[in-house]
């Protein structure tokens, strides 16, 4: 499905850039695996491929998809106040796990404005984090630029 090159999409993990394909023999058993470079830091994962459906990898939104998302991240729209912790973080992990760009974006937005108001719990800050990387991650490959512009960018969106 993917080649070598592809800037692809890991739901929880991150975008980043296929650079290969290795086989790997675990439990008697042949597996292949995409090597993984994500667009932050050094880190590489392997990716099973007879999995990629069921993980919800993706090719990396386009230029313009990346620049509607930015721009809906602008949107006051806080609408998570009246639910209880709980059921927020679980509806949060699952977005995430799903992997769309808009929802990864949506949570990171809404736990910033949260934190705005009134301070998160370690679990919210520790998500806050995670979704963030994985939205400016991909941001950076769409846009074609670096992390520091793409966080500057928008922060300077829900100012």
Do not use: C
């Amino acid at each position: 499905m993917f080649k070598i090159g592809d800037k692809i999409a890991y739901p929880m993990h991150g975008a980043g850039v296929i650079e290969g394909v290795e086989n790997k023999r675990i439990l008697g058993e042949e597996h292949q695996y995409y090597i993984l470079k994500l667009s932050m830091g050094e880190i590489k994962v392997m990716v099973p491929i007879a999995k990629i459906e069921e993980i919800g990898i993706r090719y990396v939104v386009s230029e313009e998809q990346a620049d509607v998302v930015i721009q809906e991240f602008r949107a006051d729209d806080n609408d998570d106040s009246d639910q209880n912790w709980n059921k927020r973080y679980r509806e949060n992990i699952e977005k995430l796990k799903i992997g769309k760009l808009h929802d990864v974006a949506h949570v990171t937005k809404t736990l910033l404005l949260r934190d705005k108001r009134k301070s998160l719990s370690n679990a919210e800050r520790k998500m806050l984090n995670n979704a963030k990387n994985v939205l400016i991650s991909e941001l950076v490959l769409s846009k074609n630029t670096d992390y520091q512009t793409i966080e500057n960018l928008l922060m300077n969106q829900i100012s």
